[in-house]
């Protein structure tokens, strides 16, 4: 089985910085997509920022110029370092990854971490 595990998370006041790690474990020796998407009580799930392994990076708009989303595809990890947090960040931010099995693309997340900004 494979997994992706999380950590990082915790509580910070606004303006202030954490960095959130996923390491995946298990049998897959490469994934294509990794990133992070974060929820908020009351809401969808969004994507935060995804990083293929060819190295194009995607931010959402709320994150860009904040958040620094980096891999390693030799340990098959992915990072994000989050800056200048604001209370709106708050979220249960959820680590996420895609592989090929076969013809199928196989879709795995995270736990989650929960990330708090206070004002």
């Known amino acids: 089985q494979v997994h992706l595990v999380e950590s990082g998370g915790g509580l910070v006041q606004a303006g202030g910085s954490l960095r959130l790690s996923c390491a995946a474990s298990?049998?897959?020796?490469?994934?294509?997509?990794m990133g992070w998407y974060r929820q908020a009580p009351g809401n969808q799930r969004e994507l935060v920022a995804i990083?293929?392994?060819?190295?194009?990076?995607r931010y959402s708009d709320p994150v860009k110029g904040r958040f620094t989303i980096s891999r390693d595809n030799a340990k098959n990890t992915v990072n994000l370092q989050m800056n200048n947090l604001q209370p709106e960040d708050t979220a249960v931010y959820s680590c996420?990854?895609?592989?090929?099995?076969?013809?199928?693309?196989?879709?795995?997340w995270g736990q989650g971490t929960q990330v708090t900004v206070s004002s």
């Open positions: 996420y990854a895609n592989y090929k099995y076969g013809t199928n693309w196989v879709p795995l």
């Open positions: 298990g049998s897959v020796l490469s994934f294509d997509t």
């Open positions: 990083i293929t392994s060819g190295g194009s990076i």
